[in-house]
C-alpha cells in the first residue's frame, strides 16, 4: 500500500516533537531525542523507544520518497513496467490452487479474489520480494523529513507500538517506507485493520493469509460494497483510491482483477 492510504491523523493522540524536520541526515538524531517523550505520551513504552533510538537515518528511504513515477505513467506503460499479463496468469493459477481460501475471504468480508490477487502481484510480485528496509528506520526518517512529516508521523507512532506488541521488532524489514508484508500495509493500517487470517492468535503481515483478510478488511471498511462491481463508474471503484492514491494505480487493478475473475 504505497505510502497513500488513509491515515490516523484525527484518532492518535500525539503532540509534535520541538525539534523541527530536516532534509538531510544532519539533526536526526537530535530530532529522535526530542520525538521520544512526545511518542510516550501517545502511548509508546519501553520496547518502541528503544527501537526509535536504534533507528538510523535511511538514505535508501529518501532516494525512493524522490523518485516515485507512477502518476506520471500511462495506464499502458504502467501496466507494462507491472507485467500485467504474468500478473493475471500467475493469479489465475494461485486462485486455483487456493479456490477454497479465496472464496471463505469474499464470503466473509466480501471482496473478490481477483482484486486481492492483482494487489498482491503489483505489490510484492506474489509475496516474492516484500522489501529490504528497515521499518522503523524508514518510518523514522519519513516522519523527520521535512516533504511529509504530518502524514507519516501517525505511522512512525504506529510502528513503535507494533514494537511494543511484538508485531514487529526493531529489526524487521520492509518497503522503502515501511510498508509491510504480502500487501505492503503502512504501519498504522496493521494497526487499525491487520486481521488473524489463519487462527493462530497473532497478526503476521508476511503470512499471507493474515495479510489477504487484512487487505480484504481494509477495502471493506474503506466502504467496499460486498457483490458491487469494481470497474471504472461503477460502486466499489472509488474505494481503490484508499488502497492508492494514483488512478493509474487502481484503474489497473480493476482491470487485472477481472481478468483474474473472469
Known amino acids: 500500500m ?5 491515515l490516523l491523523l484525527c484518532c492518535l493522540p500525539f503532540a509534535a516533537p520541538a525539534q523541527t524536520c530536516g532534509n538531510t541526515a544532519a539533526g536526526f538524531e537530535a530530532w529522535k531525542a526530542a520525538f521520544a517523550p512526545a511518542a510516550a505520551r501517545a502511548g509508546v513504552k519501553q520496547a518502541g523507544l528503544n527501537a526509535l533510538a536504534g533507528a538510523r537515518y535511511s538514505t535508501a528511504t529518501i532516494a525512493a520518497d524522490r523518485n516515485q513515477k507512477s502518476f506520471r505513467y500511462s495506464l499502458e506503460k504502467f501496466m507494462e513496467l507491472r507485467g500485467a499479463p504474468v500478473i493475471v496468469a500467475r493469479a489465475r493459477k494461485l486462485k486455483a490452487q487456493n479456490a477454497r481460501f ?33 521499518l522503523v528506520s524508514a518510518t523514522a526518517t519519513l516522519a523527520y523529513d521535512c516533504r511529509r512529516p504530518a502524514f507519516f508521523t501517525p505511522h512512525l507512532i504506529a510502528a513503535l507500538k507494533l514494537v511494543d506488541r511484538g508485531t514487529i521488532t526493531a529489526a524487521t524489514v520492509g518497503a522503502k517506507h515501511g510498508e509491510l508484508g504480502h500487501t505492503q500495509f503502512l504501519p498504522g493500517n496493521v494497526l487499525d485493520y491487520g486481521r488473524d487470517g489463519n487462527g493462530d492468535g497473532r497478526l503476521d503481515m508476511s503470512n499471507l493469509a493474515d495479510a489477504m483478510a487484512s487487505t480484504a478488511w481494509f477495502l471493506r471498511q474503506k466502504g467496499w460494497k460486498p457483490g458491487g462491481g469494481y470497474q471504472e463508474g461503477q460502486v466499489n471503484f472509488p474505494v481503490l483510491n484508499e488502497w492508492n492514491a494514483a488512478t493509474v494505480y487502481q484503474r489497473a487493478i480493476a482491470i487485472m482483477g477481472a481478468r483474474i475473475d473472469g
Open 2 to 6: 504505497r505510502h497513500l492510504a488513509a
Open 102 to 134: 479465496y472464496a471463505s475471504v469474499e464470503r466473509i468480508y466480501g471482496v473478490p479474489a481477483g482484486v486481492l490477487l492483482a494487489i498482491h502481484g503489483m505489490e510484492t510480485a506474489f509475496g516474492s520480494f516484500m522489501g529490504d528496509t528497515n
